[in-house]
């Protein structure tokens, strides 16, 4: 629709603003690879990533790589002792509970008190992601966004075209999943949304499936790599939707072998 600045009145310019705002084109595509896998083994298989520049983390924090593995963390316990002057008499985990044994003994117990203590102990578990969004250190097309900076992590291509990684592991199984956006000032026609969200992201999404890929199959975590299943739909704010075509699907699988 056209919409003349004559054919409006004052209080209607912002309205022309809005009309002129872009189009969103998305593409996402999420393979799953089966089973959900058990948290140990989850950790386990991030730690792996890590080490291949695959991080997953938080949407706007860059993890490091010396936050994934079998790690040492610290845990602060607070507790309450009570005390007959310097006599030791039992503790108790909450501070409300230490009150009420104050309050109920101190007219037969005239220096009943407590005291609160902190005890810290140190163990080595397996890291736990925090969060599902994939950086990844190692050669990419796309400029790495927000890297460094605050704001969602993502791959940024030629002409706003986005691309987020994420890998999930839920009730619905272990997936990767790449969605990629393009904002536009006009509609485009079918060939020219391929190119751009088809082509200009294929070498990178060949790339990050071949390094999960990788790990994933190594025997210990026993996951068929081929025996996927595989979801893939185009939408655009128009609220209109074509799902992508099995060549598109190929391409994108095909490319793990070419990276």
């Not at 936050?67 to 309450?80: L, N, Q, R, V």
């Not at 890291?127 to 796309?142: C, I, L, Q, R, S």
């Not at 927000?146 to 940024?156: A, F």
Request: charged share 25%.
């Amino acid at each position: 629709m056209v919409v003349t600045l004559s054919s409006l009145h004052k209080p209607d310019i912002n309205l022309l603003l809005v009309i002129n705002i872009a189009i969103q084109y998305s593409r996402i595509m999420t393979i799953n690879y089966g089973k959900r896998m058990g948290d140990t083994d989850f950790r386990k298989l991030s730690a792996e990533l890590s080490e291949k520049g695959f991080l997953i983390c938080h949407l706007m924090n860059v993890a490091d790589s010396a936050d994934f593995g079998f790690i040492a963390t610290e845990k602060t316990k607070i507790s309450y002792d009570i005390v007959d002057g310097d006599e030791y008499i039992m503790s108790v985990d909450y501070r409300h509970t230490a009150s009420y044994i104050k309050a109920g003994f101190s007219k037969v117990m005239p220096n009943i008190d407590f005291n609160r203590v902190s005890t810290a102990t140190t163990k080595k578990v397996w890291a736990e992601p925090k969060g599902d969004t994939v950086v990844f250190t190692g050669h990419t097309d796309g400029n790495k966004n927000n890297y460094n900076d605050y704001g969602i992590n993502n791959l940024k291509y030629y002409d706003d075209v986005y691309m987020r990684t994420q890998v999930t592991n839920g009730y619905e199984g272990l997936t990767l999943k790449f969605t990629v956006t393009w904002d536009c000032i006009t509609i485009q026609r079918k060939e020219m949304i391929e190119e751009m969200m088809v082509q200009e992201v294929l070498a990178d999404m060949g790339r990050l499936q071949k390094v999960f890929e990788g790990r994933l199959k190594l025997k210990k975590f026993g996951y068929d790599i081929n025996d996927v299943t595989i979801n893939c739909h185009f939408d655009a704010k128009t609220e209109s939707r074509s799902e992508c075509t099995p060549d598109i699907v190929k391409q994108v699988r095909d490319a793990r072998k070419g990276v």
